[in-house]
């Protein structure tokens, strides 16, 4: 089993849908949580971290779910510009980040 | 001014050759990383430095050995290439390792193409 799994995809959405991405990670002793974004041959680049009590920065809204080791990415009247691929990473209290395969985010006019 | 920057941005080689790749940060960091990205778009870790000490190892051939002069720079250097060497490889780095919400700032990335 893979550290850290997420939705295959790719998600295909008109402008304004909503969208959700999951992932889950396998060790319980996880300390920390993040989603990053990483564009056509660009590098990654932090969207947010991942809070117990869930956060939200603008349209964007990260869940954790520790007892089941499920986080969740939630994006709100999407626009062009979110189109990219979107890691969830899991940090290890060790200092490992373990970036999950990726879910591509295509949004269309 | 780049923060964490990484050279050369594109390497072509012919297998068998040796390539080194830098990377350097003026962010005041103590951690950097290595992270190689295939084909399939995988970005999986291979070394981390904390403070010139190696830290993490992942399962990477003996031909790649990361070297830290100082805690600003991590450099990758590559024998004997191989095709499956091909990849884009980012270099990364963090304010602490073991702080738990430290983001990753990491560099444009290097493609390397093995001929």
């Known amino acids: 089993r893979k550290e850290v799994e997420q939705d295959p995809g790719p998600f295909n959405v008109p402008e304004g849908a909503t969208v959700a991405f999951n992932c889950t990670y396998s060790?319980?002793?996880?300390?920390?949580f993040f989603w990053y974004r990483q564009d056509c041959r660009k590098e990654p680049k932090l969207l947010m971290s991942?809070?117990?009590s869930g956060n939200e920065d603008g349209r964007f809204t990260a869940q954790l779910n520790r007892a089941s080791q499920y986080i969740s990415l939630l994006i709100r009247d999407s626009k062009l510009s979110d189109s990219a691929t979107y890691l969830c990473?899991?940090?290890?209290?060790?200092?490992?980040?373990?970036f999950g395969d990726g879910t591509t985010l295509t949004v269309k006019p | 001014d780049t923060a964490v920057s990484q050279t050369p941005k594109y390497l072509v080689t012919q297998m068998g050759n040796d390539k080194s790749i830098k990377c350097e940060q003026n962010?005041?960091?103590?951690?950097m990383y290595w992270y190689k990205q295939d084909s399939k778009k995988f970005l999986k870790i291979m070394f981390s430095?904390?403070?010139?000490?190696?830290?993490i190892n992942e399962t990477v051939p003996n031909r790649f050995s990361p070297k830290s002069p100082d805690k600003a720079h991590l450099n990758l250097h590559i024998n004997s290439l191989e095709l499956g060497d091909s990849a884009v490889y980012f270099c990364?780095?963090?304010?602490?390792?073991?702080?738990?919400?430290?983001?990753?700032?990491f560099g444009s990335g290097t493609q390397l193409s093995v001929l």
């Open positions: 060790n319980s002793a996880s300390q920390s």
């Open positions: 991942v809070y117990s």
């Open positions: 430095y904390n403070n010139k000490e190696l830290i």
């Open positions: 990473v899991v940090k290890s209290n060790a200092g490992k980040s373990t």
């Open positions: 990364a780095s963090s304010q602490a390792k073991d702080r738990p919400y430290e983001k990753l700032f």
């Open positions: 962010l005041g960091h103590d951690t």
